[in-house]
């Protein structure tokens, strides 16, 4: 595969700098924003960078954390799409952990409809966005504070977790795949969402179709813990006879 002069310095710059958008592309490279759209596309086509809304950042690794300004603008319509089709298992007078995730954050604004409910999180983003909601009496999980996630965790952040139970657990994943199940790229964000799930009764896992078939470092739960999947996309027959047999729901976001 050839990549011309352009498309190679575009490549360079997205290694240099993790993340970087269109508008920063068109300044650095002097092109336009449709040449630089169509260079990312062939860039991404050949497996070099990933794609998010509004430029590039590097592929994910295999551990490690993806920064928390990638994750919020990636597939960033699919995951509003799945927080729609999420919010008819959240219910007036109950309580939820909600992860640091990107994905459950999109359902923080759709909890003013409901009245007299709790979430605990670990997301510091999402903890601020939930103190806007005044029908919900929110809390933040205490620990150390990733920077990069965004989040909280270690064992402090455990601790205060162990405190509460739950009517149910919303969360997403870096990865899921039948031999791992959902899966993180740390184990410090695998321990806490496993916490979540040890002190709630029903486990909600919202998850994008980009994390099938993608395996990380922490595995979160089995497979048998889910209670319900929602995705953007129907997974192959693999997956869905997998769910069907093992009593997980499954929902495809319209």
């Known amino acids: ?15 240099e700098k993790r993340y970087v958008s269109v508008n920063d592309l068109c300044k650095l490279v002097y092109a336009s924003s449709a040449t630089i759209r169509r260079d990312l596309a062939f ?68 909890l003013s409809k409901l009245q007299d409910i709790t979430v605990i999180t670990n997301g510091c983003e999402n903890a601020v966005r939930l103190a806007d909601i005044a029908t919900c009496q929110s809390y933040i999980a205490g620990g150390k504070i990733s920077l990069k996630s965004a989040s909280s965790t270690g064992s402090d952040t455990l601790s205060s977790l162990e405190n509460f139970s739950c009517d149910a657990t919303f969360f997403s994943c870096r990865g899921f795949s039948l031999a791992a ?17 040890r002190h709630s009764t029903k486990h909600v896992l919202l998850v994008d179709h980009t994390k099938f078939d993608q395996t990380y470092v922490g595995s979160v739960c089995s497979l048998a813990a889910i209670n319900i999947l929602i995705t953007d996309e129907k997974p192959r027959e693999e997956y869905t006879k997998f769910f069907e047999r093992n009593g997980i729901q499954l929902i495809v976001a319209e």
Do not use: C, W
């Open 181 to 197: 199940g959902p899966s993180e790229g740390t184990i410090e964000q695998q321990r806490a969402k496993a916490a979540m799930l």
């Open 43 to 110: 860039l991404s086509n050949a497996g070099l960078i990933q794609r998010v809304r509004g430029g590039a950042s590097v592929l994910g690794n295999s551990t490690g954390e993806t920064a928390a300004i990638v994750r919020a603008q990636a597939n960033i319509f699919e995951k509003k799409r799945i927080a729609n089709a999420a919010f008819r298992f959240l219910h007036n007078g109950q309580s939820y952990f909600f992860d640091g995730s990107t994905t459950v954050g999109e359902l923080v604004p759709l």
């Open 1 to 15: 595969m050839l990549i011309d002069e352009r498309k190679n310095q575009i490549l360079m710059l997205v290694k």
